[in-house]
């Protein structure tokens, strides 16, 4: 019965608590307030996936209506002074391509002369348009004012859908929008090739290349850059706010020249390319009336080498004989 008691009078009393406000139970102590929901986390984004449609690769921005066969302005003027080929429009992944992309094969410079792009880089139209002319009247000029013809421009990386420096997760490169070219090295009629990055290339033919590059793109990266272009050239047409342009291309000092030899190594090197046979002028007999006449002059002492006889070797030392000793316990002693 008792227990029976017990168990009312314990529903009454939570009933009884329930009642109470949250803020005055515990005798008044305030509670800590409810912990509110986590949020919860961004779902991480999808990874690219092939397209089921046409419409869906190309977007909701895709205007089908301004596709037509015919060339655009940009490739009307290019194709004046380039041999190229046309490309279709490039889709993804994300926002990488784009359309009115042609792959520059050869630059057509003074008579009728061409200058290949090997590789062809696939480029935007209006990428391409601007690296034909920094070749045709910039590169070709500067290169035929020191004496020499230039038959090809080779480059490194053209479209290549990646991010910044190869960096995984990056800010999508000017590479993947066909905005950007990297040059290696320049090749001339004689077959030399010339890296726009080595320092033993004239230096003033590298610095021209250089301000001719950062008036004509929007981005010039080279050595002292950033470290990834230490070996090419990086050009693209980036646009950014208020007109602003990167040019970072250390154009290197060349290396000092080497020494002049010394006076006593040109002497060895001619008495040595000189014939046992011939007789030498040093080697003549001095004379001796002018050495009488120069008393001032030092003698020439020769010293004769006298037989000295050795001392006797000294005879081989006789080990003596290791006697074995016995040994008694130290108890013995006593």
Not at 144 to 163: I, K, M, Q
């Amino acid at each position: 019965m008792a227990f029976v008691v017990v168990r009312v009078y314990t529903a009454m009393a939570g009933a009884l608590l329930a009642l109470v406000p949250a803020a005055v139970r515990a005798d008044g102590v305030p509670l800590p307030r409810p912990r509110p929901d986590v949020a919860a986390k961004p779902a991480a984004p999808a990874r690219w996936r092939e397209p089921l449609s046409f419409r869906e690769a190309a977007g909701a921005e895709f205007n089908s209506a301004a596709v037509t066969s015919a060339p655009s302005p940009c490739r009307i003027r290019l194709e004046k002074i380039a041999t190229l080929s046309a490309m279709p429009r490039l889709i993804g992944p994300g926002i990488c391509g784009g359309d009115d992309m042609v792959q520059l094969d050869s630059v057509t410079v003074d008579k009728g002369r061409r200058v290949e792009i090997k590789p062809a880089p696939l480029l935007r139209c209006e990428m391409a348009e601007q690296f034909a002319l920094w070749v045709r009247d910039d590169v070709t000029p500067r290169v035929a004012n020191s004496g020499r013809t230039l038959t090809s421009v080779d480059t490194y990386d053209d479209y290549s859908c990646r991010g910044r420096n190869r960096v995984f997760g990056a800010k999508v490169s000017e590479h993947g929008k066909g905005n950007a070219v990297d040059v290696r090295s320049l090749t001339f009629a004689d077959k030399q090739v010339a890296m726009l990055t080595d320092k033993t290339f004239a230096k003033d033919i590298r610095s021209d290349l250089r301000a001719s590059a950062c008036a004509r793109f929007t981005t010039v990266l080279g050595p002292g850059s950033d470290g990834y272009h230490e070996e090419h050239i990086h050009v693209d047409l980036a646009q950014r706010s208020n007109g602003y342009r990167i040019c970072h291309w250390n154009v290197l000092e060349p290396p000092p020249p080497p020494p002049p030899p010394k006076p006593a190594e040109v002497s060895k090197a001619e008495s040595d390319s000189a014939k046992p046979d011939e007789a030498q002028p040093d080697e003549a007999a001095p004379d001796t009336a002018a050495a009488e006449a120069k008393p001032d002059a030092p003698q020439r002492v020769e010293i004769a080498l006298v037989d000295v006889p050795l001392p006797r070797a000294r005879p081989p030392r006789k080990h003596r004989k290791v006697r074995h000793r016995v040994h008694f316990p130290f108890n013995l002693l006593r």
